[in-house]
């Protein structure tokens, strides 16, 4: 089992910028891919970046070079950086770790930007 939390979520006015955290612990061997995933209300959970043990990155089109994700693979933590933020990034923002066969999720953590 791989258990996530994160922080750093809360209100924000667009233009502004927010750092989400992700901490990952219990069977941390082996975790491959770290990303965050987002879902807005009404809306299915989307993509928004992805990092590999290695480092390589993978961003959603939406992103448009506002977020950058990164990973501290000695400290088992994942943090995502967002610049820019637009009303329309408001959703929770789920941290997910891939550990196989499994993906393992956070809880969530509210991401709102105010226009």
């Known amino acids: 089992q791989v258990q996530l939390v994160e922080s750093g979520g809360g209100l924000v006015q667009a233009g502004g910028s927010l750092r989400l955290s992700c901490a990952a612990s219990?069977?941390?061997?082996?975790?491959?891919?770290m990303g965050w995933y987002r879902q807005a209300p009404g809306k299915q959970r989307e993509l928004v970046a992805v990092?590999?043990?290695?480092?390589?990155?993978n961003y959603a089109d939406f992103v448009e070079g506002r977020f950058t994700i990164s990973r501290d693979n000695g400290k088992n933590t994942v943090a995502l950086q967002m610049n820019n933020l637009k009303p329309e990034d408001t959703a929770v923002y789920y941290c997910?770790?891939?550990?196989?066969?499994?993906?393992?999720w956070g809880q969530g953590t509210q991401v709102t930007v105010s226009s």
């Open positions: 997910n770790a891939v550990r196989p066969p499994f993906p393992y």
């Open positions: 219990g069977s941390i061997n082996r975790i491959n891919d």
């Open positions: 990092i590999s043990s290695g480092g390589s990155t």
